[in-house]
């Protein structure tokens, strides 16, 4: 029998991850402009920093951190984690009530691995971040998606689903959502975190932007709002620090986070120690405010650039406005096809991401996604000028 035709496990019935993957292809092309993608600048990334800290940690503490560690993480990372949450996320949590993890990522595959039966529900926004929707997919449970406005999702829909389909978990990126940039008012955060402990529906928290604020003011987490341990908490220093590092945390109620702590023992034993310890000391020492302090200065220019370029950009009909993140969500006139017209821009030398991708369900065909953080200036203004062209000339 030829390998090809093994039979895989049901869980990837439907899964292909093909098409965002071709083109992730089309940007190895050299002089293409991306504005696909949701990586940091490379000038956002501190290997300086990183490397020094490396040395030094590991001339201090190299026996500890190259043995095996604890599923349950890093002790000095979880203790710097908990007056870090409670000041930029406004949540009280004791360190043990916080698992570090292989990038956010690894903490919604937690989540779906501790709760998760084939068929049950989990409630999405509609768009939301494909990759998370690829992690609830492969444990077999069915999407329900909720649409969302310029206040994020909308909560009176949002109580209609819990009566009516009793999903087990609610997936939402509250802050510069990806791929919106849009943010969940102050008024819906509070009714979500309501809401859960009314339905009993888990809440899988996920604010990897939050930091990344370039206007406005910040608002509280659901999770300060959650008086009962509904609302799981993911976040991440992808955005922040650097996302090869791979460090992210999970806060949850005790027994949730305990099933997730096991599901981790075997799924990596435990987030690389060294890692984390660049975490901690990032923390520990004042470091990250003033790094995303710089960071977010240049992409503050950038985000406000590429927004004032789409004003004046052909067949555009309407995009979000955000005040942060690293992503603006745009649709083109009714009857456009975003991604048709990829493979023009892509000749021409510039890319984004067709929208459909994000919406549980497809559709939205004329929508497309942009990332400014990967572009300088000079690029942002030049391919923006050559999606007008490729706009113009379809609409
Ligand atoms: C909303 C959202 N959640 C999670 C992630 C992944 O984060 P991590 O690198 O911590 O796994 C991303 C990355 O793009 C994201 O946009």
Redesign the pocket.
């Known amino acids: 029998m030829n390998i090809d035709q093994m039979q895989f496990a049901h869980r990837f019935d439907g899964i292909s991850g093909s098409a965002i993957r071709e083109i992730f292809k089309l940007l190895a092309v050299p002089g293409m402009i991306s504005f696909a993608g949701?990586n940091p600048a490379a000038s956002a990334l501190p290997d300086e920093t990183c490397a020094e800290l490396a040395r030094e940690l590991l001339l201090d503490k190299g026996k500890v951190l190259l043995q095996y560690g604890a599923t349950e993480g890093y002790a000095p990372l979880r203790e710097s984690l908990a007056p870090y949450l409670k000041e930029r996320f406004s949540f009280d949590c004791k360190p043990e009530e916080i698992l570090p993890v292989t990038?956010?990522?690894?903490a919604m595959d937690l989540l779906c691995k501790a709760l998760i039966d084939p068929g049950d529900k989990v409630v999405v926004e509609n768009p939301t971040?494909l990759?998370?929707m690829q992690a609830i997919r492969l444990y077999q449970a069915l999407l329900v998606p909720v649409d969302s406005d310029e206040n994020g999702i909308k909560v009176d829909e949002l109580e209609e689903v819990f009566k009516k389909e009793h999903p087990k978990m609610l997936y939402i990126?509250p802050t510069f959502q990806?791929p919106t940039g849009r943010t969940l008012s102050l008024e819906r955060r509070k009714k979500i975190a309501q809401l859960a402990s009314q339905y009993g529906v888990v809440v899988a928290e996920?604010d990897?932007y939050r930091d990344l604020r370039y206007a406005g003011q910040e608002l509280p987490s659901i999770k300060s709002f959650d008086t009962e341990g509904w609302v799981a908490f993911m976040g991440?220093f992808?955005k922040v620090i650097s996302?090869g590092l791979?460090v992210?945390f999970l806060a949850a109620n005790s027994t949730l986070l305990r099933k997730c702590t096991i599901g981790k023992q075997s799924s990596d034993v435990h987030t690389a120690n060294l890692n984390q310890a660049i975490v901690d000391a990032y923390l520990r020492r004042g470091l990250l405010a003033p790094h995303v302090k710089e960071i977010c200065l240049s992409y503050a220019q950038q985000m406000n650039t590429m927004l004032g370029l789409l004003a004046k950009c052909g067949g555009v009909a309407r995009y979000t406005r955000p005040k942060g993140g690293l992503f603006i969500f745009a649709e083109l006139n009714e009857g456009m096809n975003a991604t048709e017209l990829m493979k023009k821009c892509v000749e021409k030398g510039v890319a984004y991401v067709p929208g459909t991708h994000f919406y549980a369900n497809g559709g939205h065909e004329n929508t497309f996604r942009l990332n400014f953080s990967m572009s300088t200036i000079e690029q942002i203004k030049e391919g923006m000028e050559k999606l007008n062209q490729v706009f113009t000339e379809n609409c």
């Open positions: 949701g990038g956010s990522t690894q971040f990759g998370n990126i990806n996920d990897p991440s992808s996302p791979r992210g």
